[in-house]
């Protein structure tokens, strides 16, 4: 069973409007750490936010923010006020630190593609 | 701001030979990963490292793989003999924290494309 499902493998977003990224997750973990990576396609994966399952309010990080619901195991990132730049591949991603690995599993991606 | 370094950017190499890819961690990180990327699919973790030893390895990190910190500040992965399925963009990680804190946010290189032909 897939640890992290993001279902959207494209999207496609006029800029200035805001974007929902879709994710949700599996574990049986209390304690995990959710994160999302943006990939443009120059390659390199840049860190752009993080949720802990503790933590009572929703991350955000200036335009970021990640709409955090544990009960549905959902995760989604929200992107407001969109950017030509934010084309990107942008990966879900989840870390369960009682287990002994501490690798993080990363989500198939979605292709997001803002429109000018 | 202080990021993780790779080298190369893009590496071509003839199937069988052996390949080094280099990449020097944050200053102060302690915990190090090797992920894989083969084109068009998802990032899966290789290999983590601490304490100048592997903690963990995926089963993809067979005999042929190899990693090591030669000196204070770089951290390599070698493959000993590389096959075509090894073409994939390899990531360097590392992070300050390790096992047991949930905040344990990896920063990544720009990652190194390995090309196997």
């Known amino acids: 069973a897939q640890k992290i499902t993001q279902t959207q493998p494209g999207m496609f977003v006029q800029e200035k409007e805001a974007v929902t990224l879709d994710c949700t997750y599996d574990t049986s973990d209390p304690s995990y750490g959710l994160f999302w990576y943006k990939q443009p396609s120059s390659g390199e994966m840049i860190f752009l936010i993080y949720?802990?399952?503790?933590?009572?309010q929703n991350a955000t990080e200036g335009r970021y923010s990640l709409n955090f619901q544990k009960a549905r195991k959902s995760a989604n990132l929200v992107i407001s006020a969109s950017q030509l730049g934010d084309s990107a591949m942008y990966f879900c991603a989840m870390r369960e630190p009682q287990n002994r690995d501490d690798k993080i599993i990363f989500g198939k991606g979605t292709r997001l593609h803002i429109l000018p | 701001e202080p990021e993780v370094t790779q080298t190369p950017s893009h590496q071509v190499t003839q199937m069988g030979q052996e390949v080094i890819l280099r990449c020097v961690p944050i200053s102060n990180h302690l915990y190090f990963y090797w992920y894989r990327q083969i084109l068009g699919q998802k990032v899966e973790f290789l290999v983590s490292?601490?304490?100048?030893?592997?903690?963990?390895k995926s089963e993809i990190f067979d005999d042929q793989f190899s990693v090591e910190r030669p000196d204070g500040s770089n951290f390599t992965l070698k493959i000993r003999s590389t096959k075509l399925e090894d073409s994939a963009m390899y990531f360097c990680?590392?992070?300050?924290?390790?096992?047991?804190?949930?905040?344990?946010?990896?920063?990544f290189g720009a990652g190194t494309r390995l090309s196997v032909l």
């Open positions: 990680a590392s992070t300050r924290q390790g096992i047991g804190l949930a905040k344990n946010i990896q920063y």
């Open positions: 949720q802990g399952s503790y933590d009572q």
């Open positions: 490292f601490y304490n100048n030893e592997i903690s963990e």
